[in-house]
Nanobody, 125 residues
């Protein structure tokens, strides 16, 4: 069982930056692919970014490429989402997600097994 707790959300002006953190429980965190999703009001939850457990490979949705960076710190059991050049359309609740033990990265981009409770990000124009 993996428990995920996000932090770092808040209100920022357009063009600003935020860094989200997701603290994961469990001794085998290093073997889980991790990801971030977001859900804007009235919209479906959508994939944002993911990072592999094995080779550090990453994946991003097109709208955040070049602006967002996902990373993980294995010792701290934490995954991060650095968000730069934020836009009002990035406003959403951001959710941390994890795939199953030793699953390929593609799994966490589509059907994560574990979810955090979410953290609100609001970008003002």
């Amino acid at each position: 069982q993996v428990q995920l707790v996000e932090s770092g959300g808040g209100l920022v002006q357009a063009g600003g930056s935020l860094r989200l953190s997701c603290a994961a429980s469990g001794r085998t965190f290093s073997r889980y692919p991790m990801g971030w999703f977001r859900q804007a009001p009235g919209m479906e939850r959508e994939f944002v970014a993911a990072i592999s457990w094995s080779d550090g490979g990453t994946a991003y949705t097109d709208s955040v490429k070049g602006r967002f960076t996902i990373s993980r710190h294995t010792v701290k059991n934490t995954v991060y989402l650095q968000m730069n050049s934020l836009k009002p359309e990035d406003t959403a609740v951001y959710y941390c997600a994890a795939g199953d033990d030793r699953a390929p990265i593609v799994v966490v981009t589509t059907t994560p097994k574990y979810w955090g409770q979410g953290t609100q990000v609001t970008v003002s124009s």
